[in-house]
Every structure is written in C-alpha cells, then in structure tokens.
C-alpha cells in the first residue's frame, strides 16, 4: 500500500471516531506529534490520546490534497467548521512510524466550547 493510500484509509477510520481501527494503522513505536500538544509515543499512548479526542468533541477530516513523496505522505484538511491543518505521515512497511500535524488549538476548541487552557 502506497503512503497516500495509507493516509486516505486513516482519513476514513478517523471519520468513524474508531480509536482501535486508527491505532492500527500505527506501528508499535510510532511518534505522533501535533504540535498544539505533546508528542505522543507508541501505538498503545496514541490509541489512548484518540479514544480521549473522540470523546470530547465530533471530528470530521475533509479531504483537500493527499500528496507522496518516497515514504512520506502530505494531508491538507478541512473539517466542516472551517478549521484547516496540515498533516504529515512517515510511513514503512504498511504503517505510520512518524506523524506530525498543524492546526489552531484554540479555534477548535471554541469551535467546539471547550475550555481554554490558562497557563
């Protein structure tokens, strides 16, 4: 499976809201950093973020370009709210190994009513 493919098939488990289905498309060592939180390690801990992202608002990842380079894959998304990211996906052997993602923290979670941070 290219990475592309890889990419568009977790797009669709993301959809579902389906932490395990996500998870599996994650090797066991894989780092998951999305740069408005900390990094995340392991396929159990990014299982876990998602079962707990899931939970606390409805997430729609809308499609706008999917692009390859060698073992790498590009996401631009939309969700319907109007928030905008970018994604970006190391793949090897099938799995995500690396995952680094930006988006604006704060629009979603006034998008969505949730509390903002204090620090």
């Avoid at 579902?16 to 060592?29: G, H, N, P, T, W």
Wanted: aromatic share 12%; net charge negative; glycine share 6%.
């Amino acid at each position: 499976m290219e990475p592309r493919d890889v990419v568009a098939a977790w797009v669709e488990a993301f959809n579902k809201a389906d932490a395990e289905l996500v998870a599996s498309f994650y090797a066991d060592d894989a780092i998951n950093h999305q740069v408005a939180n900390d990094e995340i390690v392991g396929k159990v801990a990014i299982r876990s973020r998602f079962e707990q992202e899931f939970a606390t608002a409805e997430m729609v990842c809308i499609v706008e370009h999917i692009f390859q380079d060698r073992d790498w894959a590009i996401l631009e998304w939309k969700d319907p709210l109007g928030l905008r990211g970018c994604g970006f996906f190391q793949i090897k052997n099938g799995k995500i190994v690396f995952q680094r993602g930006y988006w604006d923290k704060l629009s979603f979670l006034r998008q969505h009513g949730l509390p903002i941070p204090q620090n």
